[in-house]
């Protein structure tokens, strides 16, 4: 069971964002191994690798991290979340499912079609990073930046995040929504809660707007995306003491949006909602990424193809759930999909996949590329 024990090998690492803590060693070797030319590319403190085999068009590219979420209190673990453990058909540890199962499955997808295929028409490349649960700033979007100012064009990229609902393909992700962060300060005039005359009570001031932000219909979405959504994470006022009126109400709020509407639609309306409300304020913005979508075309009729031979069902596509590293690819006209591991245990306590769809998962990306490169 290679796929298991690649596997297991990159869980025993412990890379919580931005560390690769060793993982990205033992995919090079596997990879250069296998004939790949392979560059390290740091910014900051993440490091990235780019592993290319091949010169000729088209691309393709198997794109994940290794990087994972902060596991929470080791003692709520049924097991040590970087010690491997296989326990009734699962295999347990942080990020087996987002993403070192999905990256151990492509290198072991890889392998086999170059023992069968060891010429091909085309590339093979793999886009690894440690930048994708933290910031994701010094990751893929950098690396991209590299490959654009050297002209190096992905024809095709799939991403090994888990998309799927219950079973591996029965759902793959064709776009996502983007995401607009918002800062919003509203300013007041501090005073005696005692004596609110003299002052300006921005949460008062500032909670019809708020109320109006919430209830917008801001677009109705289309056949590919749905409606964009509107929500307040955080909302700050107050310097702790019950006598005070706040000076300033500093609110945190984001957009996940389609492509039905655009980042400066959405900043307009915002900013005509608080200037009518002749509120005194200060808005940040802050643009995680833009939505994407990949219609229909060779990439995913070759992942509808080997998901109906290995798994006998054509998957549902998708562009549900939050952001990932293909809103830095696909700009550059590249087809990507992402297709990986249920994501029902995904940044949880007692992370997990079945033993049985890890095991299924090379079989279905050596199956694209055989659709993509033979």
């Not at 069971?1 to 412990?14: Q, R, S, Y």
């Not at 000076?247 to 909602?273: C, K, M, Y």
């Not at 995913?300 to 549902?316: N, R, S, V």
């Amino acid at each position: 069971m290679p796929v298991i024990e690649l596997t297991k090998e990159l869980l025993a690492c412990p890379s919580i964002t931005p560390r690769e803590a060793g993982c990205h060693a033992i995919l090079s070797r596997r990879l250069e191994s296998r004939g790949f030319k392979l560059e390290s590319l740091p910014f900051g403190e993440v490091d990235n690798l780019w592993a290319r085999l091949g010169d000729q068009a088209p691309l393709v590219v198997f794109a994940g991290h290794t990087d994972v979420v902060p596991t929470g209190p080791e003692a709520a673990w049924s097991s040590l979340p970087f010690e491997p453990t296989e326990r009734d058909g699962f295999l347990y540890g942080r990020g087996v499912v987002d993403m070192k199962g999905g990256l151990a499955a492509m290198v072991i997808a890889a392998e086999r079609f170059l023992e069968t295929h060891p010429t091909f028409k085309g590339s093979l490349a793999f886009l690894i990073t440690s930048d994708e649960e933290g910031a994701s700033v010094d990751g893929t979007k950098r690396v991209m930046e590299v490959l654009n100012q050297r002209g190096e064009k992905i024809d095709y990229c799939i991403i090994g995040e888990p998309s799927s609902e219950e079973l591996v393909g029965d759902q793959i992700r064709v776009g996502r929504r983007g995401s607009l962060h918002g800062t919003l300060v509203i300013h007041g005039k501090q005073s005696h809660i005692a004596y609110p005359l003299p002052g300006q009570n921005p949460i008062h001031n500032g909670l019809p707007a708020l109320e109006k932000l919430t209830q917008t219909v801001w677009d109705k979405g289309n056949e590919f995306f749905p409606p964009t959504s509107f929500q307040i994470s955080n909302i700050h006022a107050g310097t702790g003491a019950l006598n005070v009126v706040p000076g300033i109400l500093e609110v945190h709020f984001n957009f996940r949006f389609s492509n039905a509407v655009t980042v400066a639609q959405l900043q307009e309306r915002v900013e005509a909602i608080l200037e009518e409300q002749q509120l005194q304020f200060d808005l940040h913005w802050d643009l995680s990424g833009e939505p994407f979508l990949t219609k229909k075309g060779r990439l995913i009729e070759a992942a509808k193809e080997a998901l109906y031979d290995e798994t006998g069902a054509y998957p549902e596509l998708s562009t549900g759930g939050g952001t990932s590293d293909g809103r830095f690819i696909a700009p550059t006209g590249a087809e990507v999909i992402e297709l990986g591991l249920s994501h029902a245990t995904a940044h949880q306590v007692d992370e997990c996949a079945s033993l049985a769809e890890l095991q299924k998962l090379p079989h279905v990306y050596e199956k694209i590329l055989l659709n993509l490169l033979k």
